[in-house]
């Protein structure tokens, strides 16, 4: 079965970095698009980053783009978020998410999910 | 970039009613690419409806979903104790691929 397992999290100081990590499993990642999603405490989903299966496209909300750096693993099966330039902002239980439709970005919902992890940008 | 507006924000309704959340779009979503996602507290989302219409594996035939353009429903046919949750729409046509802000179904 799917697996998607997030880790990295944690508490960080305004300003500094921190690389997520998502372990899938279950699934040929080589050929799926993967998309990071983080949600603030009490808050909705905000969409943060995609990559395509080959690593070749990637895309950015406007919340993240210039700080945030997706990228793949494909001998690993792992996905990671470089988080740069952290802000308060950025505090939330980031998710990673599987697009559901083989080698494709867009037009491809998100069929399974991580459990999450928290991140806490905090003095 | 498309903003998904859902409504009501809070919706009360006992076990066994018929439930209808709505999901409105700034602009045309391309080709009914259009998800319904539930989240209960603690947990990832789960897919529930994809193609605005077509519910996703294993989810039961009382969840359905509708719509088309900008204008998107989901229907709980009647609602189980374990449908009290959040609800949120998203487009996946575009990006960036915007959520809704949800619409939390609670138990009168």
């Known amino acids: 079965q799917v697996q998607l397992v997030e880790s990295g999290g944690g508490v960080v100081q305004p300003g500094r970095s921190l690389r997520l990590s998502c372990a899938a499993s279950?699934?040929?990642?080589?050929?799926?698009?993967m998309h990071w999603v983080r949600q603030a405490p009490g808050k909705g989903l905000e969409w943060v980053a995609v990559?395509?299966?080959?690593?070749?496209?990637?895309y950015y909300g406007d919340s993240v783009k210039g700080r945030f750096t997706i990228s793949r693993d494909n001998s690993k099966n792992t996905l990671y978020l470089q988080m740069n330039s952290l802000r308060a902002e950025d505090t939330a239980v980031y998710y990673c998410?599987?697009?559901?439709?083989?080698?494709?970005?867009?037009?491809?919902?998100?069929?399974?999910w991580g459990q999450g992890t928290l991140v806490t940008v905090s003095s | 970039e498309i903003v998904l507006t859902q409504s009501p924000g809070t919706l009360s309704l006992s076990p066994g009613e018929r439930a209808t959340l709505s999901c409105r779009a700034s602009?045309?979503?391309?080709?009914?690419?259009l998800a319904w996602y539930q989240q209960k507290p603690g947990q990832a989302p789960r897919l529930l409806i994809y193609?605005?219409?077509s519910r996703a594996t294993g989810i039961p035939d009382r969840f359905s979903g509708s719509g088309s353009g900008t204008d998107f429903t989901l229907t709980i046919s009647r609602l189980e104790p374990e449908d009290f949750a959040v609800y949120c729409c998203?487009?996946?046509?575009?990006?960036?691929?915007?959520f809704g802000q949800g619409t939390k179904l609670e138990i009168k």
């Open positions: 998410a599987k697009a559901d439709k083989v080698l494709m970005v867009y037009a491809s919902c998100f069929d399974y």
């Open positions: 279950g699934f040929t990642f080589s050929s799926y698009g």
């Open positions: 990559i395509s299966y080959d690593g070749s496209n990637k």
């Open positions: 602009q045309s979503v391309s080709s009914t690419y």
């Open positions: 193609g605005a219409s």
């Open positions: 998203q487009q996946y046509g575009s990006s960036p691929f915007t």
